[in-house]
């Protein structure tokens, strides 16, 4: 398992190479977090609001998690191949 753990900077999109079928997404800062898998991150994404997480399935391997936020929260990915 792989643990990436971040301050994100607001309007910037953040990359992290994962290649996984499980991933897990903290985020525990202040700001919402947006991701996409495998595509640019926009405001448009998912929502993980401020103070949550969330957890995905892939039946094929997800290479990239894009994220962005609206602020600077610190966000945990844990990949679990």
Known sequence: MKIFRKTLTANTEEVFNVNSHYITILNTGDGNVFVNFDDTATTDSLLIPAGMGRSFSFQSAVENVHLI???????QIDDMR
């Not at 936020?69 to 966000?75: I, L």
């Open 69 to 75: 936020s609206d602020g600077t929260p610190t966000v």
